[in-house]
């Protein structure tokens, strides 16, 4: 099987990672510039595709047609996603046959987009939602594949959500 890997956090290349060295082939990494919270370098994505010989973008661009291409030839299976900063359209999610897999830290369809953590421990939620969903053309939607919970208390910080999502995603 081969995948395609689109994103730009530490969780996200730790599951690159995990899924190379399980015989997963990653024929292609896109990226872009990293947020200032929980994100990687685009160097150390760059370092990993060239390490496992994958094709390597970083671009907000997912609609080149240099990219459609490579993705088209390399047959990828499925693509997974985490902590990418566009709505990617469904033309482009279209190019993987079983669709892009979504990483959302948070309790979807509750919420949403970004700083999902931050609002449900703001919000006093007793958990955290970690869900896995098939991606569509809208934000934060799609079919549920899986979802998990870290419980919190009046004493929770962000950080240890945090670690607990990077500890659980792979």
Partial sequence: MQIAIIGRTKTLLNIAEYLHKSGIKIPIIITTEPAD????????????????????????????????DIITKSKCYLAISMNWPIIIKKSF????????????PGDLPKYRGNATVNWAILNDEKRIGLTLHLMNEKL?????INKIFFNTNKNTYVGEVYDWIKNKTP
Wanted: glycine share 4%; net charge positive.
């Fill in 37 to 68: 919270y929980d994100q990687e370098s685009k160097d150390t994505f760059k370092i990993f595709a060239e390490k496992i010989k994958s094709k390597f973008f970083n671009t907000s661009k997912l609609n080149n047609k240099e990219i459609k």
């Fill in 93 to 104: 999610i279209d190019l993987f046959p079983k669709g892009i897999i979504n990483i959302h």
């Fill in 140 to 144: 934060d939607e799609g079919p549920i």
